[in-house]
């Protein structure tokens, strides 16, 4: 089992930056691929970033070039850093875990077994 713990999230003006990070605990994420979703109000929840265990990183087109995942096996964090945030970029976004060795990461939410609970962004114009 992998618990996840989100934070960082807030209320940001466009063009500003947050940093997300995701705490686990229960087992060592290092041979772990994790990702980075997000659900808006009245859609689907979406893949934003994914890094595999040994590195490789993917990231959804609208988020490429403003958004960096890293990870920190010593640490068993995974964060991703926001810059030049947009209005549409509001929602929560989830951490999660994939246990299986994918490389690159999966863009698939039925891909990933453990979900933290979330923390809200929120960009305004």
């Known amino acids: 089992q992998v618990q996840l713990v989100e934070s960082g999230g807030g209320l940001v003006q466009a063009g500003g930056s947050l940093r997300l990070s995701c705490a686990a605990s229960?087992?060592?994420?290092?041979?772990?691929?994790m990702g980075w979703f997000r659900q808006a109000p009245g859609k689907e929840r979406e893949f934003v970033a994914g890094?595999?265990?040994?590195?490789?990183?993917r990231y959804v087109d609208s988020v490429k070039g403003r958004f960096t995942i890293s990870r920190d096996n010593a640490k068993n964090t995974v964060n991703l850093q926001m810059n030049s945030l947009k209005p549409e970029d509001t929602a929560i976004y989830y951490c999660?875990?994939?246990?299986?060795?994918?490389?690159?990461?999966?863009?698939?939410?039925?891909?990933?077994?453990?979900w933290g609970q979330g923390t809200q962004v929120t960009v305004s114009s």
């Open positions: 229960g087992r060592a994420i290092r041979t772990t691929a």
């Open positions: 890094i595999s265990y040994g590195g490789s990183t």
């Open positions: 999660a875990a994939d246990p299986g060795l994918r490389m690159p990461p999966s863009d698939q939410a039925t891909s990933y077994d453990y």
